[in-house]
Nanobody, 115 residues
Framework: QVQLVESGGGLVQPGGSLRLSCAASGSIFSINAMDWYRQAPGKQRELVAAKTSVGSTNYADSVKGRFTISKDNAKNTVYLQMNSLKPEDTAVYYC?????????WGQGTQVTVSS
């Protein structure tokens, strides 16, 4: 059984930074692919950042140059570094990891960007 625990969300002023973490525990051989999604109130969940098993990355146009997805294999943890945050980045952020052939979701962490 695999569990994902997200952390790192919170309230930050515009222009600030946060680093989200998604820690996987349980029967893990390797994290094959990883994505971060977000969902703002009244909006559909959208893909923010993705990293494949071969290391290629993709970012939503709205976050390119500001967000970075990364992984620490030793800790089975995936990160989303978010810089130069804007009020429109306010949302619940979810990690989605492919471990083996199965996709797992984190519980979500709230990010609020406001002065």
């Amino acid at each position: 059984q695999v569990q994902l625990v997200e952390s790192g969300g919170g309230l930050v002023q515009p222009g600030g930074s946060l680093r989200l973490s998604c820690a996987a525990s349980g029967s893990i051989f390797s994290i094959n692919a990883m994505d971060w999604y977000r969902q703002a109130p009244g909006k559909q969940r959208e893909l923010v950042a993705a990293k494949t098993s071969v290391g290629s990355t993709n970012y939503a146009d709205s976050v390119k140059g500001r967000f970075t997805i990364s992984k620490d294999n030793a800790k089975n943890t995936v990160y989303l570094q978010m810089n130069s945050l804007k009020p429109e980045d306010t949302a619940v952020y979810y990690c989605n990891l492919r471990i083996g052939g199965t996709y797992y979701w984190g519980q979500g962490t709230q990010v609020t960007v406001s002065s």
